[in-house]
Structures are given as structure tokens and as C-alpha cells.
């Protein structure tokens, strides 16, 4: 391939270029046009700003355009496939956006009377009606912001258990395979944090768990389905070797999305668990958030759930802010300010009714079948890491681009030039050069064949010596490959307009 060709614009295509807004235009050009007013009295005893407020000056249409290139800049779950594995992309139904816009939702005040919100506190109610019915559990903390921030109050719930009992504990067993904020989370609530090795099919290595297993154990963080793809099928096991020195199971819920309606969590035994409405029920996430982390507690823990919650009296919707409101419980705390990400909760209710409990059933089952499809179809291909089937997404390691000077990364920029989103790249950590892809059910099957012919066609490229082409991907973006070691090491915060050629390719 040639070098691609630098247009005397500097636009590529229909994508065009974009300065900075303070670059662009001059304070004369703004587009207020008002007269000064007539009589003014200056009432600010002197501290009147004296020289030009240093906002940038464009007429309307200019600001118009210049926002809608910047929103066109940032690919979304809207404009097309969106594989990131452990992510769970999925289409955000615009029913759901409309019901969180309805005046009565949209438009509340958090300070607001609790008389004048019972509507909106019974769609928090029942939100948590429906996450403790699809697990199982008895209680739930709706509160956190976040999977992350589930985990924390889930592992604070579990420390103020163990506190509790008066007893003394100081370490939490994490698989090799966990997302980051597993053991970032056990680490912030002050525990050592001990890895459990996988075996050669993916799971937690029971053997080597139990080994590790003792009464200085406080909980045990295993996701399920874990961030191979793969169910935990020792499940039952795990939780009761857990059990039986005492320590939690906290299962890290963010793939809850491939056994929703097939399996409740507490018939797992696990203790606690969050649940990312973000991927899981399809609220907005990747740049057009806030998440949300709802946890679901046993009875044991969910005394010491976070504040407010809500209650349900003889048909009224009580706000409980106060620990001393039910003698009962030893509340965390508040960990959030006011009643946590409401807009999710509608957006998650809106999705689980329209969707119903066989709807929801379905989704699940589509999204292991979509990713199992896409395993099928490119096994001969790209080679799985582990055996048999998987869940909701799959896993591929790089044996099959040995020798081939390709690596992950390169076949990942390539996917870019061919309007593809790449998957999750080089994690899970256990698998060499893992690409990650989690379709999810929302996409269509012309979807998915032509990602599968696209990698397909990649990968035989790869393997026909065609590495140098794929050295210089990405080739048909506004900027080419980029420097990431040098970005790392040599950031360069301060925007420089003179360095934008070296920082760009
Ligand atoms: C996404 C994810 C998390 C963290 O959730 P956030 O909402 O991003 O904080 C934790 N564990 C797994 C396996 C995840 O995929």
C-alpha cells in the first residue's frame, strides 16, 4: 500500500479537521448583538471585569458545526458494532430515554418534599424489586455510581460483617483473570490481596483456592460468568469452601447480562454482588453515562447497607436517611450524594418491563448464542483460548499470528481502517495476546458476518506476510498510529498548536 495521501486541507474525507474553539473566529464576531443598556448603574463597587472575558468569539452556525464535528468524533455504541469484551455494548433502547425525560421523572429536585416523589421513589422501589427478584436476594443497596463503587460498599457491607463478629481478618483471594477493580477494591478496604490461579480450562484452580482458604480470609471476589467467558461451573464448590472458614463470597456481577432469567446468583451461594445497570440494562455508558452499581446483599449484610434507602409502609414510600429510623441496622453510611443515579433507574426499570421476564430471558440467550456464533465461524481462523463453548463473549489468543509480525494490537488498528470498533485487547491477562468480543444480543446476524469476514480476511492477510501494512494501521483515520509509549512517558498536557503534527502520527 501507498502512503495514504495529505490532502492540502489537512481533511480527510468528509472528516474534517477541527481547531480548538478558541481557535477559531475573533471576539468580533460573536453572535450577541445587544445595545448596551441605557442608565446603567454599577453596583459592584468598583470590581467590574476590565479587560475582554476571553471567551471565543464565533457567529452561531460556526459553534453549531463545531460541536456536531466534535460529537461525530466520538464513536459510539450508535454508529455501529461496539465488541469491547467485558463491556457489554448493547443498544440503548430510546424508549428507555424517553420515559427518563417524562416532566415528572426528569424534572424532580432531589430536595423535593418525600410526599411530593412517591412516583419516583416507587420506581426506585420496584427497579430493586425486580434486580432482587433476577438474583434472588433479599436486599439491595442502590446507591452506588458504579460496578466499582458497588464493589467497595459491597466489600465495606463484608467488613463491618466481619467487624462485627469481633473478629480480625486480613486478606481477600482474587482469580489472575478479575477485572482491575476487583483486587484495586479489596486493596482500598485495607486487605492483602492474594491471587488464585486459573486451570488450563478457565476457571478458578479449586484445589489451589482451597489451599489458600483459611480463617484470615475475608471474602473471596469471583466474577461469573468470569472475564474469560466462561461460567464458573465449580461455582457451588467456591462458595461453600468460602463458607466453611467463614469468609464472603462477593461475585463481581458486570456479566450478569449472559444469565439474566437463566440463573438467581443466590442460588450460587454468593453474599454479595453488583450489578452494572450500565451493561447489564442497558442505561448509557462509554461517554454517555453515569453508571450505575446497585448490590445485592444476604439478609446478614444488608444491615449494614448504605443510607438513604427506600421502604414501602401501607402504600406509601418512605425515605430512610437516618440509621437510628430502624434500630436494626448499622448503616455504612451515605456513599453517594442523595439517592444515587435515579436517571438509571428509570432508564434499567424502563428496559426490564418493556422487555418483560421472557424478554429478558431471551436477551441472555441471545447474547451467549451471538458470541458462540461468532467462536464457530472463526475457529479455523483465530484459535479460542479455552475448550468448548463460552458465554456471553469470547476469547482468542495469538497462536495463530505467531510468525507472522502481526500482533493484537496491529490486527486491532486494522480493524479501525475497516470501520470496525476493535474488541477488548490483552485482557483477560491470563490469555497471551487476548482479543476479547462480546457482540451482545442486540446486534444483527449482517452485523456480525461482516465483522466475522472482516477478521477473517484480516487475519489470512496477516498470514500472507502482509505485516508492514498492518504496521502502519490505522491509515484512513484523522490521526495514524500514535506513539503510546511516548504518550505515556512524555505526555504532553498543555495544547501546543506547533506540536500537533509530531503528536499526531
Ligand atoms: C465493567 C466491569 C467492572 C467495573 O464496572 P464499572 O461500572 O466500570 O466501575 C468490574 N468488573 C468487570 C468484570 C467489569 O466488566
Known amino acids: 500500500m501507498s502512503e495514504p495521501e495529505r490532502t492540502f486541507s489537512g481533511h480527510r474525507g468528509l472528516q474534517l479537521e477541527e481547531a480548538l474553539i478558541f481557535e477559531q473566529g475573533s471576539p468580533e464576531r460573536t453572535a450577541v448583538d445587544l445595545p448596551q443598556p441605557a442608565n446603567r448603574v454599577d453596583r459592584l463597587g468598583g470590581l467590574q471585569r476590565r479587560s475582554a472575558i476571553g471567551l471565543p468569539g464565533l457567529s452561531e452556525p460556526e459553534v453549531v458545526r463545531h460541536y456536531t464535528r466534535l460529537s461525530q468524533k466520538n464513536y459510539c455504541i450508535d454508529s455501529g458494532l461496539y465488541p469491547l469484551g467485558s463491556c457489554t455494548m448493547k443498544h440503548n433502547p430510546r424508549l428507555n430515554e424517553k420515559v427518563a425525560r417524562l416532566p415528572g421523572l426528569g424534572d424532580l429536585h432531589p430536595l423535593q418534599p418525600v410526599s411530593t416523589v412517591q412516583g419516583a421513589l416507587e420506581v426506585i422501589h420496584t427497579c430493586a424489586h425486580w434486580l432482587m427478584t433476577l438474583t434472588g436476594m433479599p436486599a439491595v443497596a442502590m446507591s452506588p455510581a458504579a460496578g466499582a463503587h458497588g464493589e467497595l460498599v459491597g466489600l ?295 465483522f466475522i469476514e472482516t477478521m477473517r480476511a484480516l487475519v489470512l492477510r496477516a498470514k500472507a506476510g502482509e505485516a508492514a501494512a498492518f504496521h502502519q494501521a490505522p491509515r484512513l483515520t484523522p490521526r495514524r498510529r500514535l506513539d503510546e509509549t511516548a504518550a505515556a512517558r512524555r505526555p504532553v498536557l498543555r495544547w501546543q498548536p506547533a506540536a500537533i503534527d509530531k503528536a499526531a502520527e
Open 156 to 450: 465495606m457491607t463484608i467488613r463491618a460483617a466481619i467487624e462485627d463478629r469481633g473478629e480480625r481478618r486480613a486478606r481477600v483471594l482474587v482469580p489472575e483473570s478479575a477485572h482491575g477493580t476487583n483486587p484495586a477494591t479489596a486493596h482500598a478496604c485495607g486487605y492483602a490481596v492474594e491471587a488464585i490461579p486459573a486451570n488450563a480450562r478457565g476457571r478458578v484452580d479449586l484445589e489451589a483456592l482451597r489451599a489458600k482458604l483459611d480463617t484470615d480470609v475475608a471474602a473471596i471476589m469471583v466474577t461469573n460468568p468470569n472475564t474469560c467467558g466462561l461460567f464458573e461451573s465449580d461455582v457451588i464448590e467456591i462458595a461453600a469452601a468460602a463458607h466453611a472458614v467463614g469468609a464472603f463470597f462477593y461475585c463481581d456481577g458486570a456479566n450478569f447480562n449472559a444469565i439474566v432469567g437463566r440463573v438467581r446468583p443466590a442460588d450460587l451461594g454468593i453474599d454479595c454482588m453488583h450489578i452494572n445497570l450500565h451493561k447489564t440494562f442497558s442505561t448509557p455508558h462509554g461517554g454517555g453515562g453515569p453508571g450505575s452499581g446497585p448490590v445485592v446483599l444476604t439478609a446478614e449484610l444488608a444491615r449494614y447497607a448504605p443510607l438513604p434507602y427506600v421502604v414501602c409502609e401501607s402504600g406509601r414510600y418512605l425515605l430512610i436517611e437516618h440509621g437510628a429510623d430502624d434500630p436494626d441496622a448499622r448503616p455504612l453510611g451515605r456513599i453517594k450524594g442523595f439517592h444515587g443515579q435515579f436517571g438509571m433507574f428509570t432508564r434499567a426499570l424502563a428496559y426490564m418491563m418493556a422487555m418483560g421476564a421472557d424478554g429478558l430471558r431471551q436477551a441472555s440467550g441471545d447474547a451467549v448464542l451471538n458470541a458462540n456464533y461468532i467462536m464457530a465461524r472463526l475457529k479455523d481462523v483465530l484459535h479460542p483460548a479455552f475448550p468448548g463453548p463460552c458465554m456471553h463473549e469470547v476469547v482468542f489468543d495469538d497462536t495463530t499470528l505467531k510468525d507472522t509480525g502481526v500482533s493484537t494490537l496491529d490486527l486491532a488498528k486494522a480493524l479501525i481502517d475497516e470501520g470496525f470498533h476493535p474488541m477488548t485487547m490483552y485482557f483477560p491477562l491470563v490469555v497471551h495476546g487476548a482479543m476479547l468480543i462480546e457482540p451482545t444480543e442486540t446486534e444483527s446476524l449482517e452485523t456480525l458476518d461482516l
